[in-house]
């Protein structure tokens, strides 16, 4: 596979590269645009890129498309392009005219970050620190973390990721990572160009840099309200092997963080995260099959969802909630 995307992507190439809305999407098109160049453009509030993103990212001016970590393209819009190279993690589609990479086309349970096939295609020494922040972000230890460990032994000392995320200052920068996301588009256009000039994680830790300063300072105001949501959320925590947590976030949510964080301090717990929104409950789900209990109870109070086998998204018509939360329980 390889092979094949360097042939695809020959260096400095410079297409447009569209990613995913999280630190998986931003640290694989960081990754991508230090070898290929070119713009990146992110996808927000959605999962399948469509005919009306046509328009909108201004396909027509590139002279090559690159999709990272986006579940979903419609065939239209890949058959605008010539050839396309298109890496994904989510379940497999079945299209043409595109290079599609996705792990899971060849085992379905496979798990690999697409920021960890990035680093894998075209990644150097100098984006391992990215392609680390990234894998851990989507909650899998990538093969290179060895290698990471010995080359920053103060950032990381851990063997696995729930480990590292609570102790090692690794942690921190993949919070910045999920936070500096939040936001204004404008202001998170700003976040994503400066992060792309960070040669360095200290430039970020210790703020050596004009941008390394401003980036860290939006993380803190950030983190601020992250921590006063988490605070209020274990303090809802029981001896239940369920914890269920409504809020109702500002203009910054931080509801998919939340609930890793949750799941990982709170062991073998599962969590739902859970917001109000035009009559539905959005639910942000990690545990440890959560998607099989979801599968089960979903249908059964006209919900929809889906993700991986621990982490998953759902919404819930907001007049089932109460049995969903019932039946929910009852099959942990
Ligand atoms: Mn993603």
């Known amino acids: 596979m390889k092979k094949k995307v360097l042939e695809a992507l020959p260096q400095n190439c410079e297409p447009l590269i ?8 931003l640290c694989s098109s960081i990754i991508f645009k230090r070898y290929t160049g070119g713009k990146t453009r992110r996808l927000i509030g959605r999962a399948n890129l469509s005919m009306e993103w046509y328009k909108r990212l201004n396909i ?7 999709i990272l970590d986006i579940p979903e393209v419609e065939q239209e819009f890949l058959d605008t392009q010539n050839v396309p ?5 989510h379940m497999p589609q079945k299209r043409h005219n595109v290079l599609y990479v996705n792990p899971r086309n060849y085992d379905p349970n496979i798990y690999v970050p697409t920021t960890t096939m990035a680093q894998d295609f075209v990644g150097t020494k100098e984006t391992l620190w990215i ?12 093969h290179f973390a060895e290698e990471f460990k010995s080359l920053y032994p103060d950032l990381c000392k851990r063997d696995t990721v729930q480990e590292a995320l ?8 993949v919070k910045l990572f999920f936070f500096l996301l939040k936001g204004e588009r404008q202001e998170v256009e700003q976040h994503i160009r400066d992060l792309h000039k960070i040669k360095s994680p200290y430039e970020l830790l210790t703020q050596s840099s004009k941008e390394g300063e401003r980036l860290w300072k939006r993380f803190k105001k950030r983190d601020e309200v992250f921590n006063q949501s988490y605070k209020d959320a274990r303090s809802k925590n029981t001896r239940s ?16 963080y939340l609930s890793n964080m949750l799941s990982t301090t709170l062991k073998g717990k599962t969590i739902i995260i859970a917001r109000r929104d035009n009559g539905v409950m959005k639910c942000s789900c990690r545990g440890p099959n959560v998607l099989e209990v979801l599968k089960e109870v979903l249908p059964k109070v006209g919900g929809k969802g889906g993700g991986h086998p621990t982490a998953c998204g759902a919404s ?3 007049q089932e909630w ?6 929910f329980k009852s099959r942990l």
């Open 18 to 25: 569209i990613h995913d809305n999280d630190p998986d999407g």
């Open 166 to 173: 609570l102790h090692d200052p690794i942690s921190e920068l």
């Open 131 to 142: 392609a680390m922040i990234g894998s851990i972000a989507d909650y899998h230890w990538p």
């Open 316 to 318: 819930v018509p907001e």
């Open 85 to 89: 190279v298109w890496i994904d993690h």
């Open 60 to 66: 027509e001016a590139a002279s090559k498309t690159v």
């Open 241 to 256: 092997k369920l914890l269920v947590y409504e809020y109702q976030p500002g203009k910054w949510s931080f509801t998919s």
């Open 322 to 327: 109460e049995s969903f939360k019932r039946l």
